[in-house]
């Protein structure tokens, strides 16, 4: 049994395809080759501002972060009572493709507790959150205070050359080994993939890209929460170092996302000015702010006053649609 998030992306072959609702749920539409196996549990994705717990439905004080790990022990429970066992729980330490969701307090700590409590691993999704990107920690799962049983990451250990990582517990690793057979890859820890890596981590630490990252994004996110103060096409603004998200929606009370603004956005009025966004989560509405670790105050400053125009433009529009309504 493997327990995954809704809106999750952990990569595209099959057998990851097979644990990437975000994939698969758009593939078993067009073919029949492609459906959630028996043993793939898919559990609600923890976004508090659209997801199956809101902020807005509950009493200030409701734990959000305890409703949405109830998911996981309803999983859990239900297994028990077949006899049987979680294999893991993997998750994205920071939910990018689902949206840009920041977990609430407690949620990831208690998640693991219920599947370490009923003898399954718990892994840890880096890919595209890993190496400093959240300013704070050099891994995005620090933030929530858990220690993952696995780690995969990839993508930003090489700054673009092809080069990933799993890192695993001692008693993990013997457990694997105790099968019988062993892992070989041709490419596999190739001295060129290395070197590179390696380089990689030296300007992370010389470049002191963690305080870059903690700093602009600070920053980025401040500015961010003052346009939406002023421009109601926003209805959320989320993320913590240079991991950001803005939820576009065409009415704050009713949180109807704007996915025809988003694209309009970044399409067309961000990339005239050679700025290249990406949109993302289940109504592909959501802003996604990933830029590179090198992005400086310049950067940020020019970024804000374009966003600015498109969002002037956007909402503009909309009135006008409105007024012709």
């Not at 205070?145 to 092809?162: S, W």
């Amino acid at each position: 049994m493997c327990a995954v998030y809704k809106s999750a992306y952990h990569g595209h072959l099959t057998s990851l395809i097979e644990i990437s609702p975000y994939k698969l749920c758009s593939l078993s539409k067009a073919s029949d080759f492609y459906s959630c196996p028996p043993y793939v549990h898919i559990v609600p994705c923890p976004d508090v501002y659209r997801g199956k717990y809101r902020d807005c439905n509950f009493p200030e004080k409701a734990d959000l972060g305890q409703m949405y790990a109830d998911e996981i022990k309803s999983v859990v429970d239900a297994l028990a009572k077949e006899g049987k066992k979680p294999a893991c729980f993997i998750a994205e330490s920071l939910q990018s493709c689902g949206g840009q969701i920041i977990y609430p307090n407690g949620y990831l700590s208690k998640a693991f507790q219920y599947v370490h409590d009923a003898g399954g691993l718990c892994i840890a999704d880096e890919v595209q959150v890993g190496f400093g990107r959240v300013g704070s920690h050099m891994w995005a799962f620090e933030t929530y205070g858990v220690i993952p049983d696995i780690v995969t990451m990839g993508k930003p250990m090489g700054n673009g050359h092809p080069v990933s990582a799993v890192v695993t517990t001692a008693e993990v690793s013997a457990a694997f080994h105790s099968l019988g057979t062993s892992y070989f890859n041709t490419f596999g820890g190739n001295p060129v993939s290395c070197a590179i890596a390696l380089a990689v981590m030296d300007v992370i630490e010389n470049e002191e890209l963690l305080k870059n990252a903690q700093e602009i994004g600070s920053y980025l996110l401040s500015k961010l929460n003052d346009l939406k103060s002023k421009y109601s096409i926003i209805g959320d603004v989320r993320g913590i170092g240079l991991f950001i998200g803005i939820d576009l929606v065409v009415d704050r009370t009713s949180r109807e996302p704007a996915t025809d603004k988003a694209s309009q956005i970044i399409n067309s009025l961000m990339k005239k000015h050679h700025i290249i966004l990406s949109r993302d989560g289940p109504y592909s509405n959501v802003l996604k702010f990933k830029p590179p670790m090198c992005f400086n105050k310049d950067d940020a400053v020019f970024l804000l006053e374009k966003l600015e125009e498109a969002l002037i433009e956007s909402q503009e529009s909309i009135s006008t649609k409105t007024n012709a309504l």
